[in-house]
């Protein structure tokens, strides 16, 4: 077996490697860029080296720097993760010159089956069933454009190295048609460093499957069963899940089989997917095959058993699978969440900055983390916005589910923006109860973005009563202190008034040390708790109902969180609530004459100047944060009367890159 592994990536996927590694008695080298030089992987690791500058142009992407820590460290082998050089042939090429060996494909298989062009042509070739398109990279976008005319709109443009939803974009018409090749080209070169670009049919409505395949270097190949991967946003998916809600047996057969024959096609050797499309009749599509372990991985281990990892190091050690078809079971149900540093009411615009605060979630047989963070750490603008992965295991999908919303409720991060509440709102919404699942489903259920009104409270005298209890505790700790003093002793109310919503409901709390009485609008909870002060998460039963509530002091009032949902409640004597309506609103100030950068990230164009008239939709600016591009659009009619910003500026978020006049 190999002696040391280097892990020739970043973040959660290195972490979730040195795991498996370490179980197994294996020495880990991590790498690090100089922006990663505190990161969690480089502490988790036996051995760390810096392989260069923060870009991963610079860096995790440089061949040479890499090679390098391989010579310096003595590893025997390397595990590539997800992304950078997972799926780079050449990279494997030079590790072989080297003598060190790869845990994943050869280059045959990479080369064959990594290149969405050319896998695509090698499944029609062995018969099997590919969405329409054109199989050759685009020239330019007239090229594009003509193409996408001749297989008709809606088409996918898509990286052919692409990979995590950079790369591609769907267009409906000849401008988006434009517009989209040069932002999937631009992204497909700074991700991948291949620009290639083609189009195929976008097949609307589908659902998105993928088969886990595993193979060994003497000839077997098997199957792990599916992933149900359709609820994605631009691409990149957002919840996984496993087995799929949809499949019945006999198309999981088929999609397995076909994902086996083709697999055994390239001589395939280590942990691989293949993706397919599949409609409402459950007719499915090649799409690619992913030839490396996926980010989704995990929601397989939980339902068969197996670490994937493991198989990888083993198989490509030159062992032989240690099972066979007949012996694969999927037991149970498993869920995973995308945990990611963006705010999903802006957009999902990408939030970089530090964790200023960070707890997980407590692990156990049903929830399970894969992070590469913790509480001081800061989230950089040069690498995907993933935090996390969350995920849950249940006896069946509605367990499953529950587990996963109860370990979203526990999830506390602050510091910078985090999608748990968007996840909250996914998991919760009836068309996933009901398994009605597309890769549209977040377009059709939220067409004008995501937006707090979205999150509807369960009860939300819940947490009216539980601001009660915390502002009762605040209250009887400041009446102790100041009765240490002769004279100072005071009585603490049990009466209270609570504005939430600018709505008053007279509350009453009874009682003390962890057990409760809280009567809310004439209704009475029961509340035992263990809470102290300052801690974030008010662990409770409440009635017959555990329930994990996020609480913090803002100023004068309580912001309370659950279940996605987020409040400030105001807990006062009925004198101060009747003062409290008659407080003014302060406005907000205009910035309607300037455009402000939504992001912290790079200026990378400007295509307007001081006096130009813009129309409303014309393209402004684009700023690229975390691998990705963001156009900024005019929203109205308007003339720049100044420039504030130059192309390659390092911007703040909120920092003005236009006035109008």
């Known amino acids: 077996?190999?002696?040391?592994?280097?892990?020739?990536?970043?973040?959660?996927?290195?972490?979730?490697?040195?795991?498996?590694?370490?179980?197994?008695?294996?020495?880990?080298?991590?790498?690090?860029?100089?922006?990663?030089?505190?990161?969690?992987?480089?502490?988790?690791?036996?051995?760390?080296?810096?392989?260069?500058?923060?870009?991963?142009?610079?860096?995790?992407?440089?061949?040479?720097?890499?090679?390098?820590?391989?010579?310096?460290?003595?590893?025997?082998?390397?595990?590539?993760?997800?992304?950078?050089?997972?799926?780079?042939?050449?990279?494997?090429?030079?590790?072989?010159?080297?003598?060190?060996?790869?845990?994943?494909?050869?280059?045959?298989?990479?080369?064959?089956?990594?290149?969405?062009?050319?896998?695509?042509?090698?499944?029609?070739?062995a018969g099997v069933s590919t969405v329409p398109g054109h199989t050759e990279a685009v020239r330019d976008p007239e090229d594009a454009i003509k193409i996408a005319n001749d297989i008709g709109y809606p088409v996918m443009l898509k990286a052919s190295a692409g990979g995590g939803g950079k790369g591609m974009r769907v267009a409906h018409n000849d401008d988006e048609c434009r517009d989209g090749l040069i932002r999937a080209t631009n992204e497909a070169r700074t991700s991948f460093g291949d620009d290639r670009?083609?189009?195929?049919?976008?097949?609307?409505?589908?659902?998105?499957?993928?088969?886990?395949?595993?193979?060994?270097?003497?000839?077997?190949?098997?199957?792990?069963?599916?992933?149900?991967?359709?609820?994605q946003r631009r691409h990149q998916k957002?919840?996984?899940?496993?087995?799929?809600?949809?499949?019945?047996?006999?198309?999981?057969?088929?999609?397995?089989?076909?994902?086996?024959?083709?697999?055994?096609?390239?001589?395939?050797?280590?942990?691989?997917?293949?993706?397919?499309?599949?409609?409402?009749?459950?007719?499915?599509?090649?799409?690619?095959?992913?030839?490396?372990?996926?980010?989704?991985?995990?929601?397989?281990?939980l339902i068969t058993g197996l670490d994937l990892v493991e198989l990888m190091i083993r198989v490509a050690d030159g062992e032989a699978l240690p099972l066979k078809q007949s012996d694969v079971t999927l037991t149970g149900w498993a869920v995973e969440a995308r945990v990611y540093a963006e705010d999903p009411f802006r957009?999902?615009?990408?939030?970089?900055?530090?964790?200023?605060?960070?707890?997980?979630?407590?692990?156990?047989?049903?929830?399970?983390?894969?992070?590469?963070?913790?509480?001081?750490?800061?989230?950089?603008?040069?690498?995907?916005?993933?935090?996390?992965?969350?995920?849950?295991?249940?006896?069946?999908?509605?367990?499953?589910?529950?587990n996963l919303q109860k370990a979203l409720d526990g999830y506390y991060i602050r510091g910078v923006n985090h999608n748990i509440a968007f996840l909250s709102a996914l998991i919760a919404h009836p068309r996933f109860a009901d398994g009605n699942l597309t890769t549209n489903f977040i377009s059709d259920e939220y067409p004008d973005g995501f937006h707090a009104q979205d999150l509807a409270l369960e009860d939300p005298n819940i947490l009216i009563a539980v601001a009660g209890v915390v502002h009762q505790a605040y209250q009887q700790r400041a009446a102790q202190i100041s009765g240490q003093f002769a004279g100072h002793a005071r009585d603490v109310a049990n009466d209270w008034v609570a504005v939430m919503r600018d709505e008053h409901h007279p509350i009453s709390v009874q009682g003390d040390y962890g057990d409760y009485d809280v009567t809310v609008d004439g209704k009475v909870f029961r509340i035992s708790s263990d809470w102290q002060f300052e801690q974030p998460l008010f662990v409770a039963?409440?009635?017959?109902?555990?329930?994990?509530?996020?609480?913090?002091?803002?100023?004068?009032?309580?912001?309370?969180?659950?279940?996605?949902?987020?409040?400030?409640?105001?807990?006062?004597?009925?004198?101060?609530?009747?003062?409290?309506?008659?407080?003014?609103?302060?406005?907000?100030?205009?910035?309607?004459?300037?455009?402000?950068?939504?992001?912290?990230?790079?200026?990378?164009?400007?295509?307007v100047e001081v006096g130009q008239e813009v129309k409303a939709g014309d393209e402004l600016a684009v700023v690229e944060a975390m691998k990705m591009e963001n156009v900024l659009r005019a929203e109205k009619d308007q003339i720049v009367k100044s420039v504030e910003a130059k192309v390659s500026d390092t911007l703040m978020v909120d920092q003005v890159i236009l006035e109008f006049e």
């Open 1 to 125: 077996m190999f002696k040391k592994i280097l892990i020739a990536n970043r973040g959660e996927i290195a972490c979730r490697v040195i795991k498996t590694a370490k179980k197994m008695g294996i020495a880990t080298v991590a790498v690090y860029s100089e922006a990663d030089r505190l990161a969690l992987h480089v502490e988790m690791a036996d051995e760390a080296v810096c392989i260069g500058p923060a870009a991963s142009v610079e860096s995790y992407l440089v061949v040479d720097n890499i090679l390098k820590a391989i010579r310096d460290t003595g590893a025997d082998a390397v595990h590539p993760g997800y992304g950078f050089l997972s799926e780079n042939a050449s990279f494997v090429e030079a590790l072989e010159i080297e003598g060190v060996a790869f845990i994943g494909p050869k280059p045959l298989a990479i080369n064959a089956m990594g290149d969405k062009i050319e896998s695509k042509k090698i499944a029609m070739a």
């Open 238 to 301: 957002v919840i996984e899940e496993a087995p799929s809600p949809f499949l019945d047996k006999k198309t999981r057969i088929a999609m397995g089989e076909e994902a086996v024959a083709l697999a055994k096609v390239v001589d395939y050797i280590s942990a691989g997917t293949v993706e397919f499309i599949v409609d409402k009749n459950q007719k499915f599509y090649f799409l690619e095959m992913n030839t490396r372990l996926q980010v989704e991985h995990p929601v397989t281990e």
């Open 197 to 231: 670009v083609f189009v195929e049919k976008y097949i609307e409505k589908p659902h998105h499957i993928e088969i886990q395949v595993v193979g060994d270097s003497h000839g077997n190949v098997i199957y792990l069963g599916e992933r149900e991967c359709s609820i």
């Open 541 to 607: 039963r409440v009635d017959d109902k555990d329930v994990c509530i996020q609480v913090e002091r803002q100023n004068i009032a309580y912001r309370l969180g659950y279940r996605g949902a987020q409040v400030d409640v105001l807990v006062l004597h009925a004198r101060g609530a009747e003062l409290n309506t008659l407080m003014p609103f302060k406005k907000p100030p205009d910035t309607s004459k300037y455009l402000l950068s939504p992001m912290p990230g790079l200026l990378v164009s400007l295509a």
């Open 347 to 402: 957009n999902f615009l990408p939030s970089t900055g530090r964790l200023v605060k960070y707890i997980e979630p407590a692990e156990s047989d049903t929830v399970r983390v894969d992070s590469g963070v913790y509480e001081g750490g800061e989230i950089s603008i040069y690498y995907d916005p993933m935090i996390a992965k969350l995920i849950s295991y249940g006896e069946d999908r509605a367990t499953a589910t529950e």
